[in-house]
């Protein structure tokens, strides 16, 4: 069986479970929030173009490629954008931005949001994942 990113929601909750909790579980909690989605948007546009992970997105990610693509897709995608987006913000000031303090507030919200965001992603056709302007990335060549 394959692995369902949307467990990295319990994962992010059980971080901050109990008190006190840690800075450093509160931003593991708010980048699990992050990942869930992520990883199930990936995850669905692979098998819906039927390409493979590698193909698709390439060893970078394409995080903001996919943000680009969710603002030129349907009204639906359109809808989960805004969430997904501050998911994104969330997770880069929690893994990169030490010297801005991130609170176990706004883990519990990326959370929140995670859930809606995967939730609406659940309800949408895979017609509509095809339509999305997301293509595999081309080669890199090393130009020596």
């Known amino acids: 069986m394959a692995f369902d990113p949307k467990v990295f929601l319990e994962t992010g909750r059980l971080l ?4 006190p909790v840690s ?3 509160v931003r593991t909690a708010c980048g699990r929030a992050y990942y869930a989605v992520y990883g199930s948007i990936r ?3 692979c098998r819906v173009k039927g390409v493979s992970a590698t193909d698709l997105f390439g060893r970078a ?5 996919v943000i680009k693509a969710l603002t030129h897709g349907s009204a639906d ?3 989960v954008c805004a969430q997904y987006r501050r998911l994104h913000i969330t997770r880069v000031t929690s ?9 176990r507030q706004e883990a519990e919200r ?5 859930a809606w965001v995967a939730s609406r992603l659940a309800s949408i056709p895979d017609g509509h994942f095809n339509s999305l302007p997301l293509a595999p990335q081309q080669p890199q060549w090393n130009a020596r």
Do not use: I, M
Request: charged share 30%.
């Open 16 to 19: 901050l479970a109990g008190a």
């Open 23 to 25: 800075e450093a579980a």
């Open 43 to 45: 995850t669905r546009l």
């Open 61 to 65: 990610g394409r995080h903001g490629d």
């Open 77 to 79: 995608f359109k809808r």
């Open 95 to 103: 893994d990169y931005r030490y010297s801005t303090q991130v609170t």
């Open 110 to 114: 990326a959370l929140d949001d995670a």
